[in-house]
C-alpha cells in the first residue's frame, strides 16, 4: 500500500445532524426505498454460473420477475474493458425502469472495469475521475452519509452490490443466511481491531468515538491485536491489515459485516493479500475492498461508525456500507444488498452524539432500551 496519510482529517458523521429544542433526537427506522421492489438482478447470460446465481437470487428475495436483466458480455477472470463497459452500458438501455433504485450483480467474475470497481462503474457510470493514477483523491459520490432513501430518484445514481463468494455453493449460501437474518435483531459484538500495521491501521483513531456513540445499541470492544479468535458473537469486524488470520476461528452472526483496509482486498482471486471473499466464506453477509492502489486515504474506505450506525437503525446493507464511503470509484461492495437484521428499529441520538434504541408505550411516551430494539 502507498504511504500517505491523510492530514486533513475527514469529518465522521455518524449521526443525522438533526437541530433540535429537545435534549434527545428521535430518529425513527427508515421505510427503506431499496427492497425486493426497487432492486434488479443483473445476470450475464453469456455465464452459466450468473444465471444460477441470479435465478437463486430471484427467488429467496421474492424479486419480481420484471425486475431481472439480461445482459451478454464476456466471462473474465478479472477485469472487462472500458469499451466492453460501454457496450454493456448500451445493453441496458431501455431496460431499467424507473422504479429501480439499485441492482444485485448476479457473477462472481469479473469484478473490476479498467481503473473502477464493477460495483461503482455500474452504480455511477464510468467515469475516470473516479479513479486515480498513484495517491490522489477522487470524485465524491453524493449519496455519501445522505438520508436519501432514493438514490437514482435523488442522484442519477444506482448503488449495487456484487454476489460473489469463493463458490457459487457458497454465494447460495450467503443468500440463505442473510434472508435468515432479516428482522432477527442479533445482539452481537462489533469488533474494532486496531494492528500494528501502521499504514493500514489509520482508521482505528476514530475507534474510541464510535465506542462512545453507539455501544448502547451493541456491545463495542476495541482489541489491540493483529486479529481476534475464538469470538461467538461477531456482528461488526473492522481491522486494517493485508491478511487476517483465524477468520474460520470465529462466528459471524447472520447478517455480519467485516472488511480489512487495505489496497487489494478487491482482487476476489489469485490476488496477492486477502480476498474480501475470505470474510465472505467465513461467514460475513457483506465486505468491501479497493480493486486499485488506493494508498490509505480514508475517504477511500468505509468509514464504521456511519455503516453501523445506519445498519443498526434498520436500513439495508447495500444502504449501510454506500452512504459510509466517500470516494467509492476504487471499490468494490460484495454481499447480500437487501440484508437488514435491524430492520424497523427506532434509534435516538442526543445532542452529545450518543444513540440508543427506544420504543413508544401506550402512553406515548418514550422507553429507552440498550442493545436491543425488540
Not at 450467503?174 to 474494532?192: E, F
Request: charged share 20%; net charge positive.
Amino acid at each position: 500500500m502507498c504511504v500517505r496519510l491523510v492530514h486533513e482529517r475527514i469529518r465522521v458523521k455518524i449521526s443525522f445532524y438533526i437541530v433540535c429544542f429537545l435534549q434527545v433526537i428521535f430518529v425513527r427506522g427508515l421505510q427503506a426505498e431499496v427492497n425486493a421492489n426497487t432492486l434488479a438482478i443483473l445476470i450475464n447470460e453469456s455465464d452459466p454460473e450468473s444465471i444460477e446465481i441470479g435465478q437463486y437470487y430471484q427467488k429467496a428475495r421474492s424479486i419480481p420477475y420484471e425486475n431481472i436483466i439480461y445482459l451478454s458480455f464476456r466471462k473474465s477472470e478479472k477485469a472487462i474493458t472500458q469499451a466492453e463497459f460501454m457496450q454493456i452500458e448500451e445493453q441496458l438501455k431501455g431496460k431499467v425502469s424507473d422504479k429501480i433504485q439499485a441492482y444485485a450483480l448476479a457473477w462472481r467474475k469479473p469484478w473490476r472495469v479498467a481503473c473502477m470497481s464493477i460495483t461503482s462503474a455500474f452504480s455511477l457510470g464510468f467515469n475516470p475521475q473516479y479513479c486515480a493514477s498513484g495517491c490522489k483523491l477522487t470524485r465524491s459520490s453524493r449519496y455519501f452519509s445522505s438520508q436519501s432513501q432514493q438514490p437514482f430518484n435523488d442522484f442519477a445514481i444506482r448503488p449495487s452490490m456484487l454476489l460473489s463468494a469463493g463458490s457459487v455453493d457458497g454465494v447460495k449460501k450467503l443468500i440463505d443466511r442473510s434472508v435468515l437474518a432479516d428482522y432477527t435483531r442479533p445482539m452481537g459484538t462489533a469488533y474494532l481491531v486496531s494492528t500494528r500495521d501502521k499504514n493500514r491501521n489509520v482508521r482505528a483513531r476514530y475507534f474510541p468515538a464510535y465506542e462512545s456513540s453507539l455501544n448502547k445499541l451493541l456491545n463495542v470492544e476495541q482489541v489491540s491485536a493483529d486479529a481476534i479468535q475464538h469470538k461467538k458473537d461477531v456482528m461488526f469486524y473492522f481491522t486494517g491489515r493485508a491478511k487476517v488470520k483465524h477468520l474460520r476461528t470465529n462466528t459471524f452472526l447472520p447478517g455480519s459485516v467485516a472488511d480489512h483496509l487495505t489496497s487489494a482486498g478487491g482482487h476476489l482471486f489469485n490476488g496477492k493479500q486477502m480476498s474480501v471473499l475470505e470474510w465472505i466464506d467465513s461467514g460475513a453477509s457483506g465486505s468491501y475492498g479497493t480493486v486499485t492502489e488506493p494508498c490509505n486515504f480514508l475517504q477511500k474506505f468505509p468509514v464504521p461508525g456511519i455503516v453501523m450506525q445506519r445498519y443498526l437503525s434498520g436500513e439495508t446493507l447495500l444502504e449501510s456500507y454506500w452512504k459510509g464511503v466517500q470516494m467509492p470509484g476504487q471499490g468494490l461492495f460484495v454481499g447480500d444488498p437487501l440484508v437488514s437484521p435491524y430492520k424497523g428499529c427506532t434509534v435516538s441520538v442526543s445532542q452529545t452524539g450518543v444513540f440508543q434504541y427506544v420504543r413508544k408505550t401506550p402512553e406515548n411516551l418514550i422507553e429507552q432500551k440498550f442493545r436491543n430494539c425488540h
